[in-house]
């Protein structure tokens, strides 16, 4: 390990270019050795991003060895898993093998304690030694390997009433229900693109809670039928489920004066397919709100496109991080026993 000064922030084990930051890094020091300052993990899986693992499992043309090799390949280059295309990563579950001795005094982990990253792959130093197994319908991927937490990295410890993988399913996308719940207010109208995704179900759930009876929430994706659009519909988190493909702006604007003339207060975007800006924008009031959760977003494409259609919205990117938002989408789930139900069967190991 190249000796460096410790930084909170993780500096000291970025390899290229010099000065910068971990996520910004091309490559990172995976080293498999906790510094002063730092946790090592023993990874079990990996739940890659959404965007990420749909653009992977393509360019490998679906298939499942091509995209471990595909995984192997990024990491070892790259020191982490971001992909160099969406720009995203995903987290880990692993087990706490070494903490730093400036660490061990104030962390309230312990060595063999089991946690969820909560900070992006991205940006975390992670070495892959093998993989064990893909589940190509969820992204999850069994690996035998190591990443580093820095002092700054968040996680959370695996909650005991949850299997594993519906945790890591859950906690991956913490930050939407979590700014949903901050965003929608009583009597709104609410539109999710995406909604019978991970995210599009949890943001449904909050934004119904939220908007309340009086409210409206309208979940969009391609397909009607799908169990998860038919789950929303059954528990009331939606009042409609439209299907359309968000790509396709001039077909949303088509359908606008019949599926919400009266536009949204808030519209929710948890596609994992680029080229969504402008539905979303298009479907929401002037001077309304778009949270672009997606990491298939374009900061030009939502910019030029509001200005170009004339929209005064305000438009947040999604920060994967709000305070309490792992306990805020474990509630989600925990306090709506339908929806665990789906969440088990869906993203739980037996799926
Ligand atoms: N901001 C953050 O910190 C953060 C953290 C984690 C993930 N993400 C991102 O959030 C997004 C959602 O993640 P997720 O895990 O919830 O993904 P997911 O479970 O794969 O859900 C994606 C949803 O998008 C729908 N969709 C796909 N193509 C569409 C189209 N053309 N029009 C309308 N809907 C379409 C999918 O429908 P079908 O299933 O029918 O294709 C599905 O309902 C991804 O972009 C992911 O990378 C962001």
Redesign the pocket.
Known sequence: MIARKLCALGSHRVLEPAGALPQAARKLDATPAAHANEILCDVEALNI????FRQIVAANAGDAARVAAHVLALVEERGKHHNPVTG?GGMFVGRVREIGEELAAHCDLRVGDRIASLVSLTLTPLRIDAIERIDMATGRIWIRGTAILFETGLYATLPPDFPDDVSLAVL??A?APAQVRRLVAPGQTVAI????????MLACAQARERAGTSGRVVG????AT?PGARLLLDEGYVDAFVE????DALAVLAEIPTVLPELADVTIN????AG?ELSSILLTKDEGTVYF????TSFTAAALGAEGVGKDVTMIV?N?YAKGHAETALATLRNRPPLMRYFMQRYGSES
């Open positions: 991003d959404s965007a990420s995203s991956d996308v930050g693109l995406g909604a019978d995704g991970k995210s599009g969009f994706g391609p397909d799908t359309l493909d968000a790509r948890c596609v994992n397919v969504t959760f997606s990491m298939s999604g994967g």
